[in-house]
């Protein structure tokens, strides 16, 4: 365990001229689990937690105040344990704004008033992280190594490999089926502050477990280590127990065949198992975590919840839920379930996306391409489910073998507004999406571009005046939609049509 204190106290930070300017309580506790350096203002979602952020403070001291308070907060919600700032060679100190976000995010906040090389700073402390590091491998190893030659020698005997993990760990062991029923609980009771690590364990595509441990010792690393490790070695002694039933072990089957991609054959006879009535309407969604850990079982039971049939597989840590729907409620049925399932995840680490809803349940793995798609080309942040149905256009024009037959269909519909955007170093085909995306919704677009209504109305003025109508009576609604997608998508347009 490297903490801040001892990290500030290091011989490569003091170099820079530390100073603590936040006041956040247990500051110089946090432990410290990593260094990096980065000027990316979107760093929050490629960090884990425990890491010591060095900024060299140009492009963050250059954004407006709200815009530094959103980058205090997404680095504070990744829980890192500070953000340093270099003022050295800055025209100002750290802006009493930004100070206050710290203080009331939880985030800790260093500026550093001395030219100092963050190479120097995160190799030194580095060291000493992989160093710690090394160590807790070979604990968590040498439990592990004694875990599997008691499954050999005597069995995969629960307690007395709950109660190996607990003494070589220091630490409260708990075991739980998927339903909360405890299996199993060693070591004595940690209360107050301490470290908590839970893994999933997963036995022949279904969640068979949960292990949770707890230690008094606030340096997680060990705890998370020894979960992930042993989560593996444990399914392996629950494999011997644990049984899935007939349903399960089709069900898992039939998920394993749509996501992929098995012939149809195959398909329909996992089905007919599953005991799946043929001739139904079907959407697959997927969900994915950030994090480690997830609770997906909620999910699970989030989406059962609306009677709909629903049958899901958990693989490498992506859980695909399988929809099946009568054809005369499908539309609302999906409806219902995407609502469901962002109550689900709101404020967690999980994303996801549903694929459109096909006709035949057999085909449902087309469901499943589109929902990888949609996370790819959304990209969605944690807590949010995406929907197909809102990617139909950007799909199409993934779908387009020859990028250049789009070309000249995107100038002859919005080639002008791109000149003049182009001329005049206005937003105008950025306008246009947006009010096409929102149903030609005005006050909705004016209030999503945050811009006055009587601006809104001036930009649609100009903009009907270079497409040559107003969209909505010009019959060509759809045609104008589609190339002011691809125009914004990208898609290289020059003057007079030439490509």
């Known amino acids: ?190 209360e107050g502050k301490c470290s908590t690590a839970e893994a999933r364990i997963v036995v022949g595509g279904q969640l068979a477990a949960q292990l949770t441990l707890r230690s008094p010792s606030p340096d997680p690393f060990l705890m998370e280590l020894a979960a992930d490790r042993l989560s593996g ?24 065949a749509v996501v992929d991609g098995s012939d149809a054959a195959m ?78 995840i709101r404020g967690s680490e999980i994303c996801g996306a549903f694929g459109p809803t096909v006709a035949d349940g057999f085909g449902a793995h087309a469901s499943h391409v589109e929902a990888q798609a949609v996370l790819t080309l959304g990209r969605p942040a944690s807590g949010r489910v995406l929907d197909a149905m809102d990617f139909l256009g950007r799909r199409i024009l993934a779908a387009v073998p020859d990028p250049a037959f789009m070309g000249p269909y995107v100038y002859s519909n919005v080639g002008e507004l791109q000149e003049w955007d182009r001329k005049h170093g206005t937003a105008l085909l950025a306008t246009l999406v947006c009010w096409l995306d929102s149903g030609c919704n005005t006050t909705g677009s004016a209030q999503t571009l945050n811009i006055e209504r009587q601006t809104m109305h001036k930009r649609l003025s100009k903009i009907q005046e270079l497409l040559g109508g107003n969209p909505r009576t010009s019959g060509r609604l759809f045609d104008i939609h589609i190339a002011a997608r691809a125009a914004a998508a990208g898609l290289p347009v020059a003057a007079r049509g030439a490509f």
């Open 1 to 190: 365990m490297i903490t801040l204190a001892e990290v500030l106290a290091s011989q490569a930070m003091s170099a820079a001229d530390p100073w603590l300017c936040s006041n956040v309580p247990g500051t110089l506790q946090r432990v410290v689990r990593w260094v990096h350096s980065s000027e990316v203002l979107e760093i929050a979602p490629l960090l884990r937690g425990g890491e010591l952020l060095l900024s060299g403070g140009e492009a963050l001291l250059a954004l407006p105040a709200k815009e530094q308070r959103d980058y205090v907060r997404s680095l504070a919600g990744r829980n890192i344990a500070a953000l340093a700032v270099q003022t050295a060679g800055q025209t100002a100190t750290l802006p009493d704004g930004l100070i206050d976000a710290a203080n009331d995010h939880g985030l800790p906040l260093i500026e550093l008033r001395a030219v100092a090389p963050f190479v120097d700073i995160a190799e030194a402390v580095n060291r000493r992280v992989v160093n710690e590091q090394a160590d807790a491998h070979q604990v968590v190893d040498a439990v592990s190594r004694r875990i599997a030659r008691q499954i050999t020698d005597r069995g995969p005997h629960l307690p007395g490999i709950l109660e190996m993990v607990a003494t070589a760990l220091s630490a409260e062991v708990s075991l739980a089926a998927a339903d909360g029923f405890p299996l199993g609980h060693a070591g004595g009771p940690v």
């Open 233 to 256: 070695i444990l399914g392996l002694a629950l494999a011997q127990s644990f049984r899935p039933t007939a349903a399960q072990v089709a069900e898992a089957r039939l998920l394993e």
């Open 267 to 344: 398909v329909e006879g996992l089905w007919l198992q599953a005991g799946l009535p043929p001739g139904q309407a079907a959407a697959v969604a997927i969900f994915r975590s950030a994090g480690r850990e997830a609770d997906f079982p909620a999910v699970g039971r989030a989406l059962r919840a609306r009677g709909v049939g629903t049958r899901s597989h958990l693989r490498d840590g992506e859980l695909a839920v399988l929809f099946v729907m009568a054809h005369e409620d499908a539309r609302d049925a999906r409806g219902r379930l995407l609502a469901a399932a962002q109550d689900a």
